[in-house]
């Protein structure tokens, strides 16, 4: 810490001194003007040729010079003092030091880096260069060498580049020749100047050889370079017999099958190529230029030096290196695809024509990523060992991929990735719903197929039949039967698992139409479709009555099946007319209610519609008719009834024929009764009829109206409908009697 702290207060100590003692080129000038003018000089000789002008401007340019020197020297000395304290500090540093006070503008372009000895030449803003040297100590040395146009040429360095007992040949390293020319001379050490003798003259190649000299003699060889500017000379001295040249590999090592060949050559003329290899301690054997070094293996070292059969080089190293990566390894499959519950043989052969495979670091992995898992061996779980084949399976259905690294003897790798092999999951359960069914000659019926587990990766079946004359099955489950009989439809799984199941069909012929079965008196089992479920029915009209074939056949409830009571009607003392129009309204209402309530038990599968018991069909909430009495006793009128009353009077005597008396209490008639009488008091009544199991009818006087007094009457009776059953219905069982009914169908 101490010795940082003090190199700190030399760096600024050395920059406060030279802030202090700098002096500018404009006071310089106006001095040097004042004293002139004081000692009489002329303007003239202040600025002739050499006066004080052009003194002025050398001055200016050798303070220039002298200052960039200066901020050189304080750059140089802050940068050796950080390298004495951080080694991390780099000759880059000094450069950007230089270039951020702003000695220089651009560290890449305004460096030149002249040899390996730390020699550098920068250029500043006015173009003036320097010359900086890096010593052994990090010091920096500096000389000022003049502007780019006024330089001389500079020789960098002059390099043997191989020599012999008799021989030696130069390369030559010169800056600024800038169209130039070098001469090349050589004398023995020792001789006068005067007897250099010129080797190569005015030109501008950059090396020389020199032949016929004596062995074991010095000589000292001179390189002149010129340009422009003018001329500077290098000189180095050789020892003639020491043999010295390169030896570098020719081409690329080529391998093949884990071995390796390369070839060498060199600059040296007359010089033959010796090598070992991995070893110094052997005998050097000759070098075949045509079948160069062969046999070589990864990490192999090859030794070799030239020889001129007397004097032998320092050797040259060569690394046998294998920079490639291996091949794609070979992936053999037993198969593409497999289910869980069995498995996949991988066969794999690695190949490496180069160094080799080093079989042990081999690995693989298995899952279902299709992207490479890359070349970091952590990555694989699995270690490959003797080129075995392995054996992949797995637990959960998907497509999975086998991933092999292959690495070589040199450390390269390379992965490879199998096709895709598809691991599935078989059906392990199949059942089919409904498990049997019984269709007429011409329906169908869709069948379901339910597989088990959920994650079965084929859920696929296929449907049959095994009489498609009696049943035929549609690719999607649907059943048509054909003929009458029993067929066994099958469905079967698509994945192989031989998993099935079987639905029985019962084909029936076709039920007659209900026109061509049932008759007047014929038994009916129908659902009314309500709570109160099926009834059992009488046919009333069938086909073979000609009043009613048009219309459909018609079926009577055999029992009472709802007490229902009707409305009441109001009126008061009022003309003729005005009480008939109330006892009127009273009746439609009446009718009306009869009919409504029947509704409710219409089955829409069976029947069409439904009426009361003495309704018109097509005009159910009112009769066309009436009647109007004069007598006041409906026993009077004995049975009779007219005009809107038939029907009333048709269903009853249709119902004692054919013996109704299924009902256990009274039930309406949707019919009418008005009475008019005029006398004293005038009044005015209406009554709807209701029947009796015994056969009987009589009738409830709902509303009546007489001279000043009005009143009403209720009464609560069974209800019996009539159904319309729908010309397309079918029996389709029974036998038609009370004991055993027909059963309807569609």
């Known amino acids: 810490m101490k010795e940082t702290q003090k190199v700190r207060m030399i760096q600024k100590e050395y920059s406060k001194n030279r802030q202090e003692n700098g002096i500018t080129l404009i006071a310089l000038v106006v001095t040097i003007i004042v004293m002139l003018i004081l000692a009489g000089i002329t303007i003239q000789t202040t600025i002739g040729d050499g006066g004080i002008i052009d003194l002025a401007k050398q001055s200016k340019e050798e303070q220039l010079i002298a200052s960039y020197k200066d901020r050189i020297g304080i750059v140089g000395i802050n940068w050796s003092l950080n390298r004495a304290l951080d080694d991390s500090v780099t000759i880059d540093g000094l450069w950007q030091d230089m270039q951020d006070v702003k000695i220089i503008n651009n560290k890449e372009t305004d460096v030149e880096k002249v040899d390996e000895r730390g020699n550098y030449i920068i250029t500043v803003p006015e173009g003036y260069k320097f010359h900086i040297h890096i010593n052994e100590y990090d010091d920096v040395e500096i000389?000022?060498?003049?502007?780019?146009?006024?330089?001389?040429?500079?020789?960098?360095?002059?390099?043997?580049?191989?020599?012999?007992?008799?021989?030696?040949?130069?390369?030559?390293?010169?800056?600024?020749?800038?169209?130039?020319?070098?001469?090349?001379?050589?004398?023995?050490?020792?001789?006068?100047?005067?007897?250099?003798?010129?080797?190569?003259?005015?030109?501008?190649?950059?090396?020389?050889?020199?032949?016929?000299?004596?062995?074991?003699?010095?000589?000292?060889?001179?390189?002149?370079?010129?340009?422009?500017?003018?001329?500077?000379?290098?000189?180095?001295?050789?020892?003639?017999?020491?043999?010295?040249?390169?030896?570098?590999?020719?081409?690329?090592?080529?391998?093949?099958?884990?071995?390796?060949?390369?070839?060498?050559?060199?600059?040296?003329?007359?010089?033959?190529?010796?090598?070992?290899?991995?070893?110094?301690?052997?005998?050097?054997?000759?070098?075949?230029?045509?079948?160069?070094?062969?046999?070589?293996?990864?990490?192999?070292?090859?030794?070799?030096?030239?020889?001129?059969?007397?004097?032998?080089?320092?050797?040259?190293?060569?690394?046998?290196?294998?920079?490639?990566?291996?091949?794609?390894?070979?992936?053999?499959?037993?198969?593409?695809?497999?289910?869980?519950?069995?498995?996949?043989?991988?066969?794999?052969?690695?190949?490496?024509?180069?160094?080799?495979?080093?079989?042990?670091?081999?690995?693989?992995?298995?899952?279902?990523?299709?992207?490479?898992?890359?070349?970091?061996?952590?990555?694989?779980?699995?270690?490959?060992?003797?080129?075995?084949?392995?054996?992949?399976?797995?637990?959960?259905?998907?497509?999975?991929?086998?991933?092999?690294?292959?690495?070589?003897?040199?450390?390269?790798?390379?992965?490879?990735?199998?096709?895709?092999?598809?691991?599935?999951?078989?059906?392990?359960?199949?059942?089919?719903?409904?498990?049997?069914?019984?269709?007429?000659?011409?329906?169908?019926?869709?069948?379901?197929?339910?597989?088990?587990?959920?994650?079965?990766?084929?859920?696929?079946?296929?449907?049959?039949?095994?009489?498609?004359?009696?049943?035929?099955?549609?690719?999607?489950?649907?059943?048509?039967?054909?003929?009458?009989?029993?067929?066994?439809?099958?469905?079967?799984?698509?994945?192989?698992?031989?998993?099935?199941?079987?639905?029985?069909?019962?084909?029936?012929?076709?039920?007659?139409?209900?026109?061509?079965?049932?008759?007047?008196?014929?038994?009916?089992?129908?659902?009314?479709?309500?709570?109160?479920?099926?009834?059992?029915?009488?046919?009333?009209?069938?086909?073979?009555?000609?009043?009613?074939?048009?219309?459909?056949?018609?079926?009577?409830?055999?029992?009472?099946?709802?007490?229902?009571?009707l409305g009441n009607g109001t009126g008061s003392t009022q003309t003729d007319m005005t009480y008939f129009n109330t006892a009127m309204n009273s009746y439609n209402n009446a009718i009306a209610t009869l009919n409504n309530a029947t509704n409710k038990y219409i089955n829409t599968t069976y029947a069409s519609e439904a009426r009361c018991v003495g309704s018109v069909p097509n005009n159910k909430n009112s009769q066309s008719g009436y009647y109007i009495r004069t007598d006041s006793w409906f026993k009077n009128y004995n049975g009779k009834f007219r005009d809107g009353e038939r029907n009333f009077e048709t269903d009853w005597k249709k119902m004692e024929e054919l013996g109704i008396k299924e009902a256990n209490d009274m039930y309406w008639l949707a019919s009418r009764n008005v009475t008019t009488l005029v006398s004293n008091p005038v009044s005015s009544n209406f009554a709807v009829f209701y029947g009796a199991i015994n056969g009987s009818y009589a009738l409830d006087m709902i509303c009546e109206v007489y001279n000043g007094f009005s009143s009403s009457r209720s009464a609560s009776h069974g209800l019996r409908p009539v159904f319309t059953l729908k010309p397309e219905i079918k029996v389709t069982g029974g036998s038609g009697t009370s004991d055993d009914p027909y059963t309807l169908g569609t």
């Not at 007992?165 to 600024?176: A, G, I, K, P």
């Not at 080529?254 to 190529?273: C, F, K, M, R, S």
């Open 143 to 565: 000389d000022y060498i003049g502007k780019e146009d006024e330089l001389l040429p500079y020789i960098n360095e002059i390099t043997v580049i191989s020599q012999t007992t008799n021989s030696v040949e130069l390369q030559v390293s010169v800056s600024r020749l800038n169209g130039g020319t070098l001469n090349y001379y050589y004398k023995e050490k020792g001789e006068p100047d005067e007897n250099y003798q010129l080797i190569k003259g005015d030109t501008t190649e950059l090396t020389a050889s020199i032949s016929g000299l004596t062995d074991k003699t010095t000589y000292e060889i001179k390189v002149e370079a010129t340009n422009k500017n003018g001329t500077t000379e290098k000189i180095v001295e050789v020892l003639i017999g020491e043999l010295k040249g390169t030896i570098t590999q020719k081409g690329e090592t080529v391998w093949g099958n884990g071995t390796a060949i390369i070839h060498l050559e060199t600059q040296v003329p007359n010089a033959d190529i010796l090598y070992q290899i991995n070893t110094l301690d052997g005998v050097y054997k000759p070098y075949d230029d045509e079948q160069g070094i062969t046999g070589l293996k990864y990490g192999d070292t090859v030794y070799a030096v030239l020889s001129d059969g007397t004097n032998i080089t320092e050797y040259t190293s060569i690394n046998i290196l294998d920079n490639q990566k291996p091949q794609q390894a070979k992936i053999e499959l037993s198969g593409t695809s497999v289910t869980t519950t069995g498995s996949i043989t991988a066969t794999i052969t690695h190949t490496d024509n180069e160094s080799g495979v080093d079989i042990g670091n081999c690995k693989w992995e298995y899952n279902t990523n299709t992207n490479p898992i890359g070349t970091e061996e952590s990555s694989y779980t699995n270690v490959f060992s003797n080129n075995q084949p392995i054996t992949l399976n797995a637990s959960t259905p998907g497509i999975y991929y086998l991933h092999v690294l292959t690495v070589d003897k040199a450390g390269n790798k390379i992965e490879s990735i199998s096709q895709g092999i598809s691991v599935t999951q078989l059906v392990t359960g199949i059942t089919v719903s409904p498990t049997s069914v019984a269709l007429e000659e011409g329906k169908t019926q869709q069948l379901t197929a339910n597989i088990t587990p959920d994650n079965a990766s084929n859920k696929t079946v296929s449907w049959s039949s095994n009489n498609t004359n009696i049943a035929t099955v549609s690719s999607t489950g649907l059943v048509t039967a054909k003929t009458v009989g029993t067929v066994t439809i099958t469905v079967k799984a698509n994945d192989g698992s031989n998993q099935t199941a079987t639905c029985r069909v019962t084909v029936n012929p076709i039920p007659p139409n209900i026109k061509e079965t049932l008759e007047e008196g014929d038994y009916v089992y129908y659902d009314t479709g309500t709570a109160k479920g099926a009834i059992k029915c009488v046919v009333l009209y069938g086909p073979k009555n000609a009043n009613y074939k048009d219309y459909g056949i018609q079926i009577i409830a055999m029992e009472t099946v709802e007490d229902i009571e």
